[in-house]
């Protein structure tokens, strides 16, 4: 995997200029931590059952939150991953300032001095429309042992403002590292955690922030803390 280390937002962006034009790069952004693999929450081991089992029981409870029709399970999972849900599903995005926004978030609340990660991979192979369709189910005669891309309806809207796309991991524990192909391309971006603060107002400035990635009333009380607090000078 090449790894890029940049010290600046103008590094950064610098380095964000390869994946322009190009519409199969997706973004990650996490804590630079050597232990922390390309996995989902279900890959972890931090569940004491299987995470389809775990999935059913979360979904018979959801129905009383929905108040939309929801077509499938794959719909069911994504609402589920992004409200927290440990599932076989690993978050990515299309917008590479928002993955940086993300690694920044999850580093600044880590404790300890980790570095940003932004992971940026490619996959050549990636079609667009019907090629984007997952299996009929996300557990039933789904592949086997593969990682593979999963583009989700825009069902919410912190979904379609984060550009969000997925991984789909089978069995949970396969690592996207262990996946790659000849004609995939994995690369990290490095961001030194006392660059962060400075980088995080430069996003904010340039539309990137929780009150615009999180279209709800969390977020909006989220950015005002944040934008408001003595934290942001």
């Keep these: 995997m090449k790894v890029i280390d940049v010290r600046s937002f103008d590094e950064l962006h610098n380095a964000f200029q390869k994946y322009c034009g190009s519409a199969t790069w997706i973004f990650r952004g ?5 232990s922390w693999t390309l996995v989902p929450k279900a890959g972890r081991g931090k569940i004491r059952i299987d995470d389809e089992n775990l ?6 409870h959801a129905y009383a939150y929905e108040k939309r029709v929801i077509n499938s399970d794959w719909e069911w999972l994504t ?3 992004h409200h927290g849900l440990t ?10 300032l928002a993955a940086t926004f993300f690694a920044i978030e999850h580093t600044q609340n880590h404790e300890g001095e980790l570095n940003a990660a932004v992971f940026s991979y490619n996959n050549k192979a990636w079609g667009v429309g ?3 369709e997952p299996p009929n189910d996300p557990f ?5 042992d593969v990682v593979k891309k999963f583009v989700p309806r825009s069902i919410t809207q912190r979904l379609v403002m984060q550009q969000g796309i997925f991984t789909y991991h089978n069995p949970p524990k396969k690592s996207l590292e262990s996946a790659i192909e000849h004609d995939e391309d994995l690369e990290k971006i490095v961001i ?7 980088i995080r107002k430069i996003l904010s400035y340039y539309g990137i922030n ?21 934290d942001y000078k």
């Design 130 to 132: 019907k090629a984007d």
């Design 140 to 144: 039933k005669n789904a592949p086997i």
């Design 210 to 230: 929780k009150r615009t990635l999180f279209p709800d009333y969390d977020g909006l009380s989220e950015y005002m803390n944040w934008f408001y607090g003595t």
């Design 192 to 198: 030194p955690r006392n660059v962060l603060g400075e």
């Design 87 to 96: 599932t076989r599903l690993l978050d990515w995005t299309r917008n590479p």
């Design 55 to 60: 999935f059913r029981a979360w979904k018979r």
């Design 79 to 81: 609402i589920a991953q």
């Design 30 to 34: 996490q804590c630079d931590d050597p």
